[in-house]
């Protein structure tokens, strides 16, 4: 039976086992599990793709970056991952806070008598 080559067979090949304590550590996840990816015998999620590229660039060692796109296949094929820029939104994400003033500046209590003249008038 031939070993898979994929980044993170390599990347454990390439780092010491102190280096795969600490990647696992800041990755959120165990050893073992960067093994089984390493082999074939778990996937990888978008989620712990992230979590693990993040994670190797926390070692401060430029060989052992990882990227999301080398360990996730669905990563590989999103336009995001590959740094495309995010579509603009179009809605408005934050309703306007009630009460506040359109400059930013605090509202202040109106008393009952500006509030029966302006009636009034």
Same mark, same amino acid.
């Given at each position: !039976? ?12 390439? $780092? ?10 800041? $990755? ?10 390493? /082999? ?12 693990? @590229? ?25 336009? /995001?991952?590959?740094?495309?820029? !995010? ?26 008598? @500006? ?7």
């Amino acid at each position: !039976m031939t070993k898979p080559k994929n980044a993170m067979y390599k990347w454990l090949h390439t $780092a010491t086992p102190d280096q795969h304590k600490a990647l696992a550590k800041a $990755a959120k996840t165990s050893v073992g599990h960067l093994k089984h990816i390493a /082999f074939g015998r778990r996937g990888v999620t978008a989620e712990l793709a992230i979590r693990i @590229a993040a994670a190797s660039y926390t070692l401060k060692v430029l060989a052992l970056r990882l990227d999301q796109r080398d360990l996730c296949p669905a990563c590989g094929t999103c336009p /995001f991952a590959a740094g495309e820029p !995010m579509p603009a939104p179009t809605t408005i994400l934050r309703p306007p806070v009630k009460g506040a003033k359109a400059n930013g500046a605090k509202a202040t209590p109106r008393s009952k008598k @500006a509030d029966s003249a302006a009636l009034t008038a």
